[in-house]
């Protein structure tokens, strides 16, 4: 239902230890704006010291202090733009995009005035003070570059929220198009059965069970297309949800559809801060698992572990696994399709203020690791 991104050549695309590419690739964007940080601390550092000696050197306040102003301004600007860059609502991704211009901007604007000193210096001219020129010009360069990749990556932010708006919509309209119509479907041939059967009590006509379980399963599903559009655009109302008979009823229900064992490794509870659209974090996970699993003997396990502040949703498989590649942006928004289920459970669980990620699963398959934040015994 949910069609999982391409794993062809998934079972050789294991390097190194197991899940650590994506992870760290993720961990890298989300400390970028440490190196905007670092750049305007080093800028500013060698700018005191060197108009600290001018200072001593010319035995003069007032421009040294002027020169040192110019220099150490822009460079504490840096600083506290890569600190302030943590507080937005870009993506990590957003702040490697940021961070890599600035620092871009810098280099390019330093490469382009050292040519023009080097130019001079060949040409046996007088260069005046080309530090001082090279501080202002890096930091020049850096908070140049700062600003246009925050604008970049804001446009790609708002771009994010436009698509999930329309996905919101588009997914909206695939589940009552496709599941609801296949549960009312199965409804209405019980329902037929039984009255072809009523003047029969002996006949093999439908099971009310069937008709009662497939109306609360529509009926659920209504339910949960609304919270889910609510936590896609961006306006959730988060609550405390027990993920223990979610996972539990949707194990149960994924064994019975696709004849495929799914083992679970349950707490008693394990209540999370999400709301009635984690049930489709779990069913789609569980659903890929199943569908896109090429073993000869498929198997599936769903785990829950309750932490101090989060809990743990993983899922593992034994099918092809998931290219290295691609672990990273397979539950990007960019992946969206109106049936994607991947992109999906990662607007949710972001939605959560959670995290999803993909490790590989010994000695075949992928695990996929959901971390939601914890709520305390429902309260």
């Known amino acids: ?55 001593f050197a010319l035995n003069e306040l007032t421009w040294p202090l002027l020169a040192l102003f110019l220099d150490a301004t822009p460079a504490l600007g840096l600083v506290y733009a890569g600190y302030r860059l943590f507080g937005t609502d870009i ?30 210096i060949a040409e046996a001219r007088h260069v005046s003070e080309p530090l001082f020129l090279l501080l202002v010009v890096v930091e020049s360069g850096g908070i140049a570059g700062f ?7 804001r446009a790609h932010t708002e771009a994010g929220r436009a698509r999930a708006v329309r996905n919101a919509l588009a997914f ?12 009312l479907s199965v409804i209405q041939g019980h329902a037929d059965l039984l009255v072809e059967s009523l003047g029969d009590a002996t006949a093999g006509g439908g099971d009310p069970e069937v008709i009662a379980d497939k109306t609360g399963e529509a009926i659920t599903r209504i339910e949960t297309s609304r919270v889910i559009s609510d936590t896609l655009v961006g306006d959730p109302d ?24 799914v083992a679970t490794d349950l707490p008693a509870e394990a209540f ?47 099918g092809p696994g998931i290219p290295d590649a691609i672990k ?30 993909i490790e590989d699963n010994e000695p075949r398959g992928a695990t996929f690791v959901v971390k939601l934040p914890r709520a305390e015994n429902g309260a």
């Open 272 to 318: 999370v801060v999400a709301n009635a659209g984690v049930r489709s974090v779990v069913d789609n996970l569980l659903e890929n698992a199943v569908e896109h699993n090429d073993a000869a003997n498929p198997e599936v396990t769903i785990a829950v572990e309750t932490g101090a502040d989060a809990v743990r949703l993983s899922v593992h498989d034994n």
């Open 91 to 120: 993506s990590p991704r957003g702040y490697w995009t940021v961070s890599v211009w600035s620092l871009t901007g810098a280099f390019l604007f330093s490469a382009v005035v050292g040519a023009t000193l080097l130019v001079q």
């Open 147 to 153: 600003v246009a990749g925050y604008y970049n990556a």
């Open 328 to 357: 990273p942006t397979v539950f990007e928004p960019d992946e969206y399709t109106s049936s994607g289920g991947l992109a999906l459970v990662g607007t949710l669980v972001r939605g959560y203020a959670g995290e999803v990620w």
């Open 172 to 183: 909206t309209n695939d589940l009552i198009r496709h599941d609801l119509q296949n549960d």
């Open 238 to 261: 988060l609550e405390p949800v027990d993920l223990v008979p979610i996972v539990t009823e949707l194990a149960a229900r994924t064994e019975d559809t696709f004849g495929v064992p």
């Open 1 to 55: 239902m949910y069609p999982l991104p391409s794993r062809d050549g998934g079972r050789n695309a294991k390097q190194g230890v197991p899940g650590r590419t994506g992870m760290d690739r993720s961990r890298l964007w989300s400390i970028s704006p440490l190196f905007v940080v670092a750049m305007g601390a080093a800028l500013f550092l060698v700018a005191v010291v060197h108009h600290t000696r001018e200072l």
